[in-house]
């Protein structure tokens, strides 16, 4: 449910450039990350790769993340300023990796540390069916990062890697991303939940969120509360200018998921933040006039808005 009650300005808001180069395609911090360190320090990943605006298709999505690099920025205000903060994966390397040879897994790493960053995405091209999922550690707030590990594909033809993860209240690592099943049409993505149980090491499939669809469900954005539920905010539709929000909960652990609340006509993909209040905090990308990001708010746990 949702009540509309207009579109208004957040009062007081601040709003500076993390980066920008005429030079440089540089886009989707969502599907690199975004995490706060403490005491004013924030760190930012974002796909990149050199583009001449004037050469038709040198700002493809495909061109990007088979050819570029995840970049990081560093603000240490609170995200008043930045600097650069250099690569953090190089995805032809990567691709070489972890499509040629490359077989080892992470020792136990604790995700409830701040300072232990998880990066994810897929080679040689995320919606692939010959692609690999894969994902990267920091243990000290992203000044450096292992090598990459496979993440397992569970025999679905497509994984589409993302680093959206939350903790269930027994510890358990749950990680959400789009994935394709044998019997679907290339773009027909549907978010699936996979569990790790022993810090990260190993992974495998737990559930789907959310029914079928004839289009895509993607960018699945997970949030485990202190009553034990836990939500999902999943983008859906595959037409970015006429996609939506949809919240999924699950009362048993992420084992099953009922669908929760439609908070918006329009916009995506979201994230989901726990407020110090209590309430949650939906943000989201709007990608129709007038574009830019907003926000929702919901008081009641997320069925209402």
């Known amino acids: ?37 403490g005491d004013g320090e924030l760190l930012t990943a974002y796909f990149s790769i050199d583009c001449d ?14 050819f570029g690099s ?13 600097t650069e903060d250099g690569v953090i994966a190089d995805l032809p390397r990567i691709a070489d990796e972890v499509l040629f040879g490359m077989d080892r897994r992470p020792s136990s790493v604790n995700l409830n540390d701040p300072e232990t960053l ?9 919606w692939r069916e010959d692609n690999q999922p894969w994902f990267m550690l920091s243990d000290d707030g992203g000044h450096q990062w292992t090598e990459p590990f496979q993440f397992p594909k569970c025999n679905f033809v497509s994984v589409f890697g993302e680093p959206n993860y939350t903790i269930r209240d027994d510890g358990t690592y749950l990680a959400t991303m789009p994935v394709i099943q044998d019997d679907h049409e290339e773009g027909q993505y549907r978010p699936a939940v996979f569990a790790s149980f022993d810090g990260a090491s190993t992974w495998s499939f737990l559930s789907f969120v959310g029914d079928e669809r004839p289009y895509g469900m993607i960018h699945p954005y997970p949030l485990a509360l202190p009553d034990g539920r836990i939500l999902v905010a999943v983008r859906t539709n595959q037409v970015a200018h006429s996609a939506w929000v949809e919240i999924y909960e699950s009362t048993d652990g992420g084992r099953t998921w009922s669908r929760l609340a439609r908070p918006n006509d329009a916009g995506a993909p979201a994230t989901l933040t726990l407020l110090n209040d209590g309430r949650l905090l939906l943000v989201y990308g709007y990608r129709r006039p007038s574009y830019g990001v907003r926000c929702r708010v919901s008081d009641d746990g997320g069925a209402s808005w």
Do not use: K
Not at 118 to 126: E, L
């Open 118 to 126: 998880f990066v994810s995405f897929s080679s040689p091209q995320h």
């Open 70 to 82: 995840i970049r990081g920025a560093r603000s240490f205000d609170s995200g008043r300023t930045w």
């Open 1 to 37: 449910m949702t009540r509309d009650v207009g579109t208004a300005t957040v009062p007081d808001a601040d709003h500076t450039v993390v980066y920008r180069s005429e030079e440089e395609y540089c886009a989707f911090p969502f599907l690199g990350g975004l995490w706060n360190l």
């Open 53 to 66: 605006y004037s050469v038709r298709g040198q700002g493809e999505h495909e061109r990007v993340g088979r």
